[in-house]
């Protein structure tokens, strides 16, 4: 089976809270929410921006950049 990179953020918080992630070591990955598919921009070299609900969890898979691998 091919490997896959995964990304979990979770908010523990009661209230929505804003997000700022360094993804820049997967620059030109692109983020693929695993329960709806939904493909979110993809990464780059500036801080990745998110907004999570109260309690809000985001599952992703990484996709490499076309003719990328995962490992």
């Known amino acids: ?3 896959e990179t ?3 953020v979770c908010n523990l918080a009661r209230g929505a809270q804003p997000a700022e992630l ?3 070591s997967w620059q030109g990955w692109t983020p693929i929410e695993l329960f709806a598919e ?3 921009p ?3 070299d500036r ?3 998110l907004s999570l609900g ?3 969890v985001y599952w992703f898979r990484l996709q490499p950049p076309e003719g990328g691998s995962a490992s």
Request: aromatic share 14%; net charge negative; hydrophobic share 40%.
């Open 6 to 8: 995964l990304l979990c």
């Open 38 to 40: 939904t493909v979110f």
């Open 1 to 3: 089976a091919p490997e």
């Open 54 to 56: 109260a309690y809000g």
């Open 42 to 44: 993809p990464i780059t």
């Open 22 to 24: 360094d993804l820049s």
């Open 47 to 49: 801080s990745y921006q």
